[in-house]
């Protein structure tokens, strides 16, 4: 089977792996390979949907609460239309695909935050994913505080000029995300091959430059090239 490559960008909410997710799609893109990219949840008009259930924070005003075993249902029916609908086809197809949170999110945040617990996720992994797992996850994990600095600060920002708080999640207290912070130091040191932690508060470029390093030494040489 020709297969591609799977690389997952995991981190805390601020933590920087949209904006260093787009920059090496960019990179990968100028060096000739093919490369999808897509984000959890939303990602297929399935997931776009579950995506503003879960997100927005005005979902609760006409929902009620969402209980935090619907809550992870749903990531996981996103997660299953995404895998079936892009994920799959691109890596059959031979394409890099970037995803931007996948799994690991749901046990860091339904698992750890949400007090679920790891093994109920990993379940629901093996069940609802196949147990589909990236080559490759790139865990940016800087300091707990600048993380929830530029978290907070973008989604006032947001609030502002929209007039829309995206993230029911954002709205959490320091408790909810120290879970989660420590739940992704498990994972990656639960599965050291998988996951390349980035830990440092560096600049974009420089962090750019690591995870392009990281991406060139692991990469397959039959990767897809255009
Ligand atoms: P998003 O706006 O994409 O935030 P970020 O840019 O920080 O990734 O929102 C995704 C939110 O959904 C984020 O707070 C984490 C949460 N989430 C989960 O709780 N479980 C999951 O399985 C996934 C994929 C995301």
């Keep these: 089977m020709s297969r591609g490559y799977f690389i997952t960008f995991e981190g805390l909410d601020g933590s ?10 960019a990179w990968l893109e100028a060096e000739g390979h093919t490369v999808v990219t897509l984000r959890q949840p939303g990602g297929t008009a399935l997931g776009d949907r579950v995506r503003s259930i879960l997100l927005d924070s005005r979902s ?20 299953a239309q995404a895998i079936h609908e892009i994920i799959l086809p691109a890596l059959d197809a031979g394409t890099i695909v970037l995803c931007d ?7 860091a945040y339904q698992g750890a935050g949400r007090e679920l617990g790891s093994e109920r996720i990993l379940a629901m992994h093996r069940s609802v994913c196949d147990n589909l797992q990236p080559d490759l996850t790139l865990l940016l994990l800087p300091s707990l505080e600048s993380s929830l600095y530029r ?11 929209k007039g829309t708080d995206e993230n029911r999640f954002e709205r959490e207290g320091d ?11 498990a994972i990656a040191a639960r599965d050291p091959h998988r996951v390349a932690t980035i830990r440092d508060d560096a600049s974009i470029e420089q962090i750019g430059e ?9 990469l397959p040489a039959q990767a897809a090239r255009a």
């Design 16 to 25: 920087g792996k949209t904006t260093q997710l787009r920059r090496l799609a």
């Design 60 to 79: 609760e005003a006409t929902l009620g609460p969402i209980a935090p075993l619907a809550e992870m249902a749903l990531m996981f029916a996103d997660r």
């Design 101 to 107: 949170r996948y799994t690991d999110s749901s046990e």
């Design 151 to 161: 978290a907070r600060r973008r989604n006032q920002r947001a609030t502002q000029q």
């Design 175 to 185: 408790t909810f995300y120290r879970r989660i912070y420590t739940a992704y130091e």
């Design 210 to 218: 690591r995870i392009r390093e990281i991406v060139a030494s692991r």
